[in-house]
């Protein structure tokens, strides 16, 4: 069974959740280290932390909500979200960050990643691969590219990524479902790859696809704020993980 990596996105301090990207149509959901601890009591040991405000900016902002996180709780967090510089970098670490998905810095200045790559290691340093129409997007998805996104993680698989978060943009926070045959294509051309899959979600109808597809870890926002999927769903399917 695909095993659920809870998201809390951040803007102003608050734990918020976007529609394909667009900073226009957010909901709040309250206090984000509230929901943290309730994610660690269900029996959750990882956290998907975005700092949206940081991915508008080129650079960390909500650094202090990680840190309050990181702090209060023993989830093991990765941060995404303004990572754009070796300082950034560091902030994170420092601010209690056990991973760091390089995105946008991927595509621009793919030099710094693979740097980032050697010094601190596939286990620290996440790929972030967000598609539009099968296309990288970049900036907190509001720069597209020509960069298919099949070519763009399998070449940085061959460079020595091992973890990578790829969401579809058309399916975030549309809780319509998941993009299976996008993922489904990346296995086939990299299997080797613990490929995290993002954006969609919206039952555990939609985990069992992914499941069935062969990704073991997904992540969930918006299906679990809205009720789609209940915290008492996410124990039970940790307790058989």
Excluded at 93 to 107: E, H, L, N, Q, R
Excluded at 157 to 182: F, H, R, W, Y
Excluded at 231 to 241: C, D, G, T
Aim: glycine content about 12%; hydrophobic content about 40%.
């Amino acid at each position: 069974m695909t095993t659920i990596i809870p998201a809390i996105d951040i803007i102003d301090g608050k734990c918020v959740r976007l529609t394909q990207g667009d900073y226009s149509r957010s909901r709040e959901y309250g206090n984000p280290l509230d929901m943290a601890m309730a994610f660690e009591d269900a029996g959750c040991r990882r956290l998907h932390l975005v700092d949206l405000d940081g991915a508008k900016a080129s650079h960390i902002i909500n650094y202090r909500v990680l840190e309050s996180i990181a702090t209060h709780t023993g989830l093991i967090i990765d941060f995404g979200g303004g990572v754009k510089s070796d300082e950034d970098l560091h902030i994170a670490f420092d601010s209690g960050a056990a991973m760091v998905t390089g995105g946008s810095i991927a595509v621009k200045q793919p030099d710094v990643m693979l740097r980032w790559l050697a010094v601190h290691g596939s286990d620290r340093i996440i790929l972030g691969a967000d598609a539009r129409d099968g296309k990288i997007a970049t900036n907190g998805w509001h720069e597209s590219s020509d960069r298919d996104v099949i070519d763009f993680i399998e070449d940085y698989v061959g460079k020595g990524i091992t973890q990578t978060i790829c969401t579809d943009i058309a399916c975030d926070g549309t809780l319509q479902g998941p993009s299976v045959e996008l993922y489904r294509k990346i296995l086939e051309r990299c299997p080797g790859l613990q490929l995290i899959a993002s954006g969609g979600i919206g039952s555990m109808a939609d985990m069992e696809k992914l499941g069935e597809a062969g990704i073991t870890q997904a992540i969930a926002g918006k299906a679990i704020y809205e009720g789609k999927i209940t915290l008492k769903e996410i124990e039970q399917l940790n307790l058989q993980n």
